[in-house]
């Protein structure tokens, strides 16, 4: 199979969109689930001394800012490693509950929250990487008090259906 794709062009093209970085800086004040013990860090060579700059660092795999993969919350489906990269770019679809999250720390995004969504924008492309938007960062409840446990965020749209990597939602179109 050939395909005819100016790579060039298609990258000037990429560069000329809004890009949005949803990572978070590493460090000790990372969003991370209370179960885990705090990132190590430690300085293995520097410039003055080795000629070259190294950290180490020593935390869990899902910490911070990460992608959990089926068999995060599954035994026997996928693991990251299973995931090949072009499966990683998808097209982004982000729903806004940072309002709903602000009365109920614990809100989950739900399928009327979708279907809402798409009343409003159009249907959900099947494939699409769906987010649920809640600012925690920006109000500050990512604290000691709030404790991060399973992150109920992403969907997947697989086959006609809604599929949620920690649980299942079957919704026929």
């Known amino acids: 199979m050939t395909i005819n794709v100016d790579l060039w062009k298609t990258l000037i093209d990429l560069k000329k969109c809004k890009w949005v970085d949803l990572t978070h800086a590493f460090g000790s004040d990372t969003p991370k689930w ?7 860090i430690e300085t293995l060579f520097t410039i003055e001394k080795d000629g ?19 068999g995060h919350f599954a035994a026997g489906k996928r693991l990251i490693e299973d995931i090949e990269l072009k499966e990683m ?3 982004l679809v982000v729903i806004d ?6 009365e109920n720390p614990d809100y989950e995004l739900t399928l009327e929250d979708l279907l809402a969504f798409e009343a ?4 959900i492309p099947e494939g699409s990487f769906v987010a649920m938007r ?11 008090s709030v404790q991060m446990q399973t992150v109920k965020e992403i969907f997947i749209i697989q086959d006609g259906h809604m599929k949620h990597w920690s649980f299942y939602m079957k919704h026929e179109r």
């Open 34 to 40: 209370s179960g885990f013990k705090a990132e190590k």
């Open 120 to 123: 409003e924008y159009g249907i």
């Open 89 to 91: 770019v998808l097209p």
């Open 134 to 144: 809640t600012d925690w960062v920006k109000i500050g409840q990512i604290k000691k």
């Open 97 to 102: 509950c940072s309002e709903k999250f602000k």
């Open 52 to 70: 070259i700059f190294v950290n180490q660092y020593t935390f869990p795999g899902q910490y911070g800012t990460h992608m959990d993969a089926p």
